[in-house]
């Protein structure tokens, strides 16, 4: 399903009409607003899962996104810090963060972002991740955090993989996606609850360039990212929105992986004390989720009790993930379809026996 774009408002002549798109992420409800319909579609296709609620939204947020030229003079506040190559501006809950063609405004006591950008690209990619930090805060809120990893299903048992950056996630996700006993949470950020529970989170797919082969044009586009340079994009509907896992994934197996240079896969049982110092790690510290810290960091002091919950209650959720979890060391071959064929292979062999 792919949300649907309605006119805002606009001059008699019919021109620069805004349009707005409205998105569901659990009790929250995002709308973005712009003359810019291309710049819609293309976010509507990343986040088609996305465009219908499943429960009554309680928050609202909204981002308008104008392509044309910085206004600078509208920047307030002093010097922060820089993050992400951009400079971050404000105090309280005001927030400017100056890029090298774009402007990024945020307002936390309104719920309110804007995206300023001469660019197509830059506009749509600064729009995106807006998007993403925002909803990101949301759920937090929620008691829902994001996992840096590579979540799937198999035949009904949860799996986390947690890679670095650019270490292949999205490549195994898509060839154990080939087998439909297999369904998704989320190739990049899978959802964790206070009980330990994953939860899907499945915007559309991104590739490394080159990658990709093998699917269909009309579901891949490429994007141009100032920070990892060219993607390839996989819409979710590629696999269709019913492979997404329709229930919260229990007693998860957590895969540290790596690669190797040894002749086939192997996975070790990981020593559960090292195992929670990393969970902690990835869902306290939020290491490479997409926070956007030089828009959401907020040093007053409602920003600091702020920010002292949000840890908090990541933590109860890490380690109730670590709780209700086993871990392993993963290490994986060169041979993508090798490696999917035997993390399957011993995850229904472990979850057959039990001892998974």
């Not at 109730?320 to 993508?336: E, G, I, K, P």
Request: include cysteine; proline fraction near 6%; charge should be positive.
């Amino acid at each position: 399903m792919v949300p649907a774009l309605y006119p805002h408002d606009g001059r008699p002549d019919g021109r620069a009409v805004v349009m707005s798109l409205s998105l569901f992420f659990g009790l929250c409800r995002l709308t973005i607003h712009s003359t810019n319909e291309g710049l819609l579609d293309r976010l509507a296709r990343d986040f088609s899962y996305f465009a219908a609620p499943r429960v009554k939204p309680s928050d609202y947020v909204t981002i308008r996104a104008e392509l044309r030229e910085p206004d600078w003079s509208v920047i307030r506040g002093r010097y922060l810090f820089t993050h992400f190559n951009g400079r971050a501006y404000g105090w309280g809950d005001r927030r400017w963060v100056r890029y090298a063609e774009s402007l990024v405004a945020y307002d936390a006591a309104a719920n309110q972002g804007s995206v300023t950008s001469p660019d197509e690209e830059l506009l749509y990619h600064y729009t995106y991740y807006l998007m993403i930090a925002l909803v990101g805060k949301q759920l937090d809120a929620h008691g829902f955090h994001r996992f840096h990893a590579l979540g799937v299903s198999v035949t009904g048992q949860a799996a986390l993989f947690s890679m670095p950056i650019s270490g292949g996630k999205t490549t195994l996700g898509l060839t154990l996606m080939e087998d439909p006993a297999v369904s998704l949470y989320s190739e990049d950020t899978p959802l964790i609850d206070s009980r330990g529970l994953v939860h899907p989170f499945a915007p559309r797919l991104s590739l490394r360039d080159g990658h990709g082969a093998g699917i269909p044009e009309r579901w891949i586009r490429i994007k141009s990212d100032p920070v990892f340079g060219r993607k390839t994009l996989v819409d979710v509907d590629y696999y269709g929105q019913h492979r997404v896992a329709a229930t919260p994934g229990q007693s998860p197996l957590v895969f540290w992986s790596i690669k190797s240079t040894q002749g086939k896969p192997s996975v070790r049982a990981m020593h559960p004390l090292r195992s929670l110092v990393w969970l902690v790690y990835y869902i306290v510290i939020g290491k490479d989720c997409p926070q956007r810290a030089e828009v959401l960091l907020r040093f007053s002091p409602g920003g600091i009790r702020m920010i002292a919950g949000l840890f908090f209650r990541r933590l109860v959720a890490a380690v109730q993930l670590w709780r209700n979890s086993r871990s392993y060391r993963f290490y994986m071959t060169r041979d993508v379809p090798a490696n999917a064929a035997f993390i399957k292979d011993f995850i229904r062999e472990n979850t057959r026996s039990g001892r998974a």
